[in-house]
């Protein structure tokens, strides 16, 4: 099997999801087309190179259907002949681009491809894709469908995190976050986005709120309660849980993932594609797994798909330096920890979709990235990237330093 | 024309009237003759350019009460013999067809070309409202009996003639899956509020109105088969589309425990067929009809809760020639939570009631029951204040035997305790006519005993109500050894006259339904002292299909109460009667923590003054041990929770106390809820097979115990191949005493 090589990431900030967000003005085209723009001319790359783009986008409907990579490819004027091809699994859609991009590659059948992502939240909006999964009877009764947040609530209820666990965690994440961005961690991943006559439009993730403590957290109101009990969703949650007597309603905006706007891209190649472009690997994805977990709970996928990776990548939990899981909800991540006994320290260690957001069908294409820049920043080895995602799956991928 | 079931008179104005007339019925119903009847009625009109318009109305008193049931069954069993002879597609092809017939003839008479209105008065429900909503327009009479609604799905049916579809393209989607979920039965000016119905008039002007309408130019076309219709909810994939059904889903979930395939087919057809043209939409609801039709639920629902109900509520086990018992006036003796109650409903059913205590105060203390429960009617718009005044008016109080003379039935319910019963059988029977019944409420004690007291047992019966009277339905009719025909009968018609359902039983402790209700809260004691986590234990048992939680049953029926009949049980029966991890539960929950239900305000559920009952988190600690939630069988303990239910209904039956699977069916569910969509304690049994029942209730006594042991009668049968119903059905060991 031929390896897999990370050559370059990029990611533009990230934007707040709405009317008065900085990309709002962006179209997903526009955001898609940037971070290919960059990763080709900062690594003055020869697209001829290029086999093939592969894009996460979770609503790809509106401006963002009609497979947006191979109009963003064109746009970029990557030339005619490099295709595009854009997929959906949910939030994780991003890093299972970057798997698929470097499947490719292991597989001897591309030589150098580019996985990535994109989501204009702000623009397309969230569930504009419809689906069959929460709306059709013969699968949402099946799968007890709920929204993320109730099923973040249950994960909460169930393995024993009360609000103060998941809010205390949400501080950290701004802390985290804040302390990344003033020592310059992000620098060499965030590209600024420019309007078409250069002019800086945004080069800052500006989701965060720094200054958030433990009180001002508390004056949130849960936001799943109505949807919980006048929707029915809580009774959904008790019967695939009947173990729980009631739902405890913990996660609010404030402990929950950001909605923003945002797109990344992660150029991969072989050894061989490497050298011929001139380019020094920076890593090397060395295995990835995909699982399907309980749809009810959904979010504890990370759990699952971790278990299966290390089994088959040959590895222990002590034998990875640093993790990022996409903070969808605060549980998700408490959940994690727990489950694998993990020490805090070496978890999202520069914040995340809490404080930064959460474009989703970019963010793991995203936070591959910053796992990649935080080992290189301290030296260490090897990192595990994964997410939680909808209708219970999980996405993992362990990369290394070359 | 030669019709039998309609009349057709076409006025001068060329508006055909069509009357649904039904011979020797008094019902119309939907029967293959008048489904004949009415495709001749529309070719012929159709064809007729002198019919500018057709009213379709009733020549009786109501519109129609919906189909045949006993139709449908026929169908069925005819799918079945043509699947053993001609094999499973072709039995399918041919079901599919037969059962979409009426589907079609209302289609075609929507799109017959001529505008067609509805006179409507009286019933008009399931197949009958499918018939009128397939009207171009609806006239109802303002008739205080007037109702319209599709109650398929209350015998696990759903409407398959079009019900679904046309209902969820004239209301708003949330409003029609409500309508059609609940099944309710619609007053007029309701009906026209949501739109059901476009008229209400006085009931001598529904086909004027109806005709009025034709000449005002309706059109003979339906709003969905108009271009660029839009239904109310809009499109199905649409924001508003997206914030309905996800929650329609989770709904039908909370609501049904996903038990119900009639209730989750009518959400299908609805998400499908509103993104489908009309003749495509039906077409799918015919599918899920005919799926539906062939679902053991639904047979299992119509047997008792439709045929088997009916035949009890006529009377079914009403001895013959023992001539209509003459009930004016019933003499209640004990006025107390019980004894109001069954004051409450003979009085609401017009008979006179002498409601005796041992002082006036106590006796007009269980009056003041039924004038607290009238004028919550009369708050819910569900009754005139002139009702409540007749009916208290009819119950007299009294602290003195003596009043009880002209009584034509008695019914004590005062303290269970044989003592103070014999008192008062003796009072009692020194006053009343020779001639009169005298019948028990007792829940505990056995008539055979209490008839010893009395100088007349062949006329003593037991009659016993369920908690809390006006709500309950099932009434048990206990025999005593001597019981004779007579008070049998008085009992019967008694419960017919306040409109229950009479199951008769033998004499025996906990006669059936609590014995039942007895091995279902024993149960879920003994998953909590093995450490299922006690949230689990009571919403599993809602998941196996019970109305309510065994600790949560056990909180309102008293868990002192549970202590004392254990108590009881083992000094009759001796130590191995009662399981002791059970003992050990209630000795704790009573003695050491004073525990004793909602009536202290502390049970297995804290009850907080604001806000809803929660687990006391003290019941944890008294499980030896925790199990881990994930590790547990939910599946197995659904099964326990039902297999140890049916299993003592198989031991009643054995032993002579039910006599007869209707009544061990119907008086499980309306009795103690157990599981509807099962048909019932022995139709459960039924519908897995005696043998699979056995093996199933063998794997339980290996990994749960002893308790869960075939009886007899339910070994021989899973090697027999009998069942409760066939014709091979078993009879029970020991006849009506």
Not at chain 2, 452 to 468: E, K, L, M, N, T
Not at chain 2, 546 to 557: A, C, F, K
Not at chain 2, 715 to 724: L, P, Q, T
Request: aromatic letters at 6%; a neutral charge.
């Amino acid at each position: 099997m031929a390896e897999a090589y990370i050559y370059d990431h990029v990611r533009t900030p990230r934007g707040r999801g709405k009317p008065d967000g900085s990309l709002h003005e962006c179209s997903t085209l526009k955001l898609a087309a940037s971070v290919l723009e960059e990763i080709r001319d900062r690594n003055e790359l020869d697209t001829k190179l290029v086999d093939d783009v592969v894009l996460g986008c979770v609503d790809p409907v509106g401006e963002a259907g009609s497979d947006i990579a191979r109009a963003a490819a064109l746009t970029a004027d990557f030339g005619d002949h490099v295709p595009g091809v854009q997929i959906n699994r949910f939030c994780a859609s991003g890093l299972d681009a970057v798997n698929f991009a470097a499947a490719q590659v292991m597989a001897g059948q591309h030589e150098m491809t580019i996985g990535g992502g994109v989501e204009s939240m702000s623009r397309v909006g969230m569930g504009a894709a419809g689906g069959a999964w929460p709306m059709d009877p013969a699968i949402a009764i099946k799968s007890y469908f709920m929204p993320q947040g109730i099923s973040a609530d249950l994960i909460a209820t169930r393995y024993g995190f009360n609000r103060d666990d998941v809010d205390a965690y949400a501080v950290e994440s701004q802390k985290r976050a804040a302390l990344a961005w003033s020592e310059g961690r992000f620098e060499r991943s965030v590209v600024s986005v420019k309007d078409v006559n250069g002019l800086t439009i945004l080069d800052r993730d500006e989701h965060m709120r720094p200054q958030t403590d433990m009180q001002s957290l508390g004056q949130l109101r849960p936001s799943f309660i109505e949807m919980g009990q006048m929707g029915g969703f809580d009774a959904v949650a008790i019967q695939a849980h009947p173990e729980v007597e009631q739902v405890n309603h913990v996660h609010h905006a404030g402990n929950s993932s950001g909605i923003v706007d945002g797109a990344a891209a992660v150029l991969i190649g072989s050894k061989k594609a490497g050298k011929a472009a001139g380019l020094k690997p920076r890593g090397r994805i060395r295995a990835f797994a995909n699982i399907g977990s309980e749809p009810a709970m959904m979010l504890t996928g990370p759990v699952d798909v971790t278990r299966k990776l290390l089994k088959r990548a040959g590895m222990k939990v002590s034998d990875i330096d640093l993790f990022e899981l996409n903070e969808a909800f605060a549980s998700v991540v408490l959940r994690y920890l727990q489950a694998f006994e993990i020490d805090p320290a070496i978890m999202n260690v520069n914040g995340g979709a809490i404080a930064m957001g959460h474009p989703l069908g970019a963010t793991g294409a995203m936070i591959l990235g910053t796992a990649l820049d935080e080992l290189e920043r301290t030296g260490k080895e090897t990192a595990l990237v994964t997410l939680c995602i909808g209708a219970g799956m999980g996405t993992a991928t362990i990369i290394e330093r070359v | 024309m030669k019709l039998a079931n309609f009349t057709v008179e076409t006025d001068a104005d060329g508006i055909a009237l069509v009357s649904w007339d039904q011979p020797e019925r008094s019902m119309n119903v939907i029967t293959p003759d008048m489904m004949a009847d009415l495709a001749t009625v529309i070719d012929t009109l159709a064809a007729d350019a002198a019919v500018k318009g057709i009213v379709v109305t009733s020549a009786k008193s109501d519109f129609s009460a919906g189909a045949d049931l006993t139709m449908l069954q026929g169908v069925r069993a005819e799918y079945r013999r043509r699947a053993e002879a001609d094999g499973q597609e072709a039995a399918l092809a041919f079901f599919f067809e037969e059962t979409r017939k009426l589907s079609l003839l209302y289609r075609k008479l929507e799109t017959c070309g001529k505008p067609v209105a509805a006179a409507i008065r009286g019933l008009c429900l399931g197949g009958g409202f499918e018939l009128a909503l397939a009207c171009h327009h609806r006239v109802l009479s303002d008739d205080a009996s007037s109702r319209v609604g599709l109650p398929e799905i209350k015998v696990g049916l759903f409407p398959g003639g079009g019900g679904t579809q046309r209902v969820a393209r004239l209301l708003a989607t949330p409003d029609a899956l409500q309508f059609l979920f609940r099944g309710e039965q619609i007053k007029p000016a309701m009906a026209k509020t949501m739109g059901l119905v476009h008229a209400v008039v006085a009931g001598d002007q529904v086909v004027q109105a109806a005709k009025d309408w034709i000449k005002g130019g309706g059109k003979a076309v339906a709003p969905w088969d108009v271009k660029g219709f839009k239904a109310p909810s809009g499109k199905v994939f649409s924001p508003v589309g997206m914030q309905i059904f996800p929650a329609a889903n989770a709904i039908y979930r909370r609501e049904t425990y996903d038990n119900y395939p009639a209730a989750k087919a009518i959400l299908a057809s609805v998400y499908e067929g509103l993104q489908l043209p009309m003749d495509l939409a039906l077409k799918v609801e015919s599918r899920y009809f005919a799926k539906i039709l062939r679902s053991k639920e639904a047979a299992a629902m119509i047997r008792s809760l439709f045929v088997s109900m009916g035949e009890l509520n006529k009377g079914a086990r009403r001895p013959v020639g023992v001539p209509a018992s003459e009930l004016k006036t019933i003499g209640i003796v004990g006025a107390g939570f019980m004894g109001a109650g069954i004051a409450y409903v003979t009085a609401e059913a017009g008979m006179n009631v002498v409601l005796l205590d041992r002082d006036l105060e106590a006796a007009e203390k269980g009056k003041a029951y039924s004038d607290n429960l009238m004028a919550g009617r009369i708050k819910k718009g569900r009754a005139k204040p002139e009702a409540k005044e007749a009916l208290l008016a009819r119950i007299r109080t009294t602290a003195d035997y003596a009043d009880l003379k002209d009584c034509d039935l008695i019914i004590e319910a005062v303290f269970e305790d044989p003592k103070i019963k014999a008192d008062v059988i003796a009072s009692t029977e020194a006053v009343i006519a020779p001639q009169v019944v005298f019948a028990s409420n007792t829940s505990t004690l056995p008539i055979t005993g209490l008839a010893r007291a009395s100088s007349r047992p062949d006329q003593f019966v037991g009659i016993h109500f369920f908690s809390p009277v006006e709500k309950m339905l099932l009434v048990e009719i206990i025999k005593g050894k001597k019981t004779g025909d007579k008070a049998l009968a008085a009992a019967l018609d008694y419960v017919r006259a306040i409109k229950k359902t009479p199951i008769v039983v033998n004499d025996a402790r906990g006669f059936y339904a609590n014995r039942c209700v007895g091995a279902y809260i024993r149960e879920g004691h003994l998953m909590l002292m093995e450490g299922v986590p006690p949230a689990m234990i009571e919403t599993v048992a809602k998941m196996a299909g019970m109305p309510v939680g065994p600790l949560s049953l056990n909180d309102e029926v008293a868990i002192d109460l549970g202590l004392k009949i254990a108590r009881a049980t083992k000094a009759e029966l001796g130590e191995d009667a009662v399981d002791p991890e059970q003992e050990k539960l209630l000795v704790a929950m009573v003695e050491t923590h004073g525990r004793l239900g909602r009536k202290n305000g502390k049970g297995f559920y804290d009850y907080p003054e604001n806000g809803p009952k929660r687990l006391w988190p003290g019941v944890a600690d008294l499980q030896r041990e925790k199990l881990d939630a994930d590790a547990i069988d939910v599946e197995m303990l659904k099964q326990r929770f039902l297999v140890a239910q049916a299993l003592e209904a198989a031991r009643s039956f054995e032993e002579g106390i039910v006599t007869d699977a209707r009544e061990a069916d119907v008086g499980s569910i309306i009795g103690f809820g157990f599981a509807p969509f099962t048909g019932g304690t022995l139709s459960y049994i039924d519908g897995m097979g005696a043998k699979a029942f056995v093996e199933l209730c063998k794997k339980l006594e290996k990994a749960c115990g002893a308790r869960f042991k075939p009886n007899r009668q339910l070994v021989k049968m899973a090697k027999a191949g009998g069942s409760y119903y066939g014709a091979e059905a078993p009879a029970p060991t020991r006849e009506a005493a």
